[in-house]
C-alpha cells in the first residue's frame, strides 16, 4: 500500500476529515518515526509491531569486477518486527 492509498482509505472512512488534513497527519506520524529511528530509538505500534534500529559492522570485501579489496563500512538499518496480532492475523491462529 502506498502512502497515497493509505491516505484515500482513511478519507473514505472518516468523512468528516478534510483530505489534506489526514495527509498532514499521516506525514507526521511517519516522519516521528522516522526522526525517532534515526535517533537509535526503537518504534512499537502496539498490534502491528516494532521497527528497531540495527547494526552491521564493517568489513573487507571484493569489488567483483575486478577482484580488489574493497573496505566496507559500519551500516545502520532499518529492522521491523511484526506483533503477535498481526503475525496470527496473516498466518491464521496457531
Known amino acids: ?7 484515500q482509505r482513511v478519507a473514505a472512512a472518516k468523512l468528516h476529515l478534510r483530505t489534506s488534513d489526514i495527509e498532514k497527519v499521516v506525514r ?8 525517532a529511528m534515526a535517533r537509535g530509538d526503537r518504534v512499537e505500534l502496539r498490534g502491528i509491531g516494532a521497527f528497531t534500529v540495527r547494526a552491521r559492522l564493517g568489513r573487507s570485501g571484493r569489488n567483483p569486477k575486478s577482484g580488489a ?6 551500516k545502520r538499518f532499518p529492522h521491523f518486527r511484526p506483533g503477535r496480532p498481526m503475525h ?4 491464521g491462529a496457531e
Open 69 to 74: 579489496k574493497v573496505a566496507v563500512p559500519d
Open 88 to 91: 496470527h492475523r496473516l498466518n
Open 1 to 7: 500500500m502506498l502512502r497515497r492509498e493509505l491516505i
Open 28 to 35: 507526521t506520524v511517519f516522519e516521528e518515526i522516522i526522526a
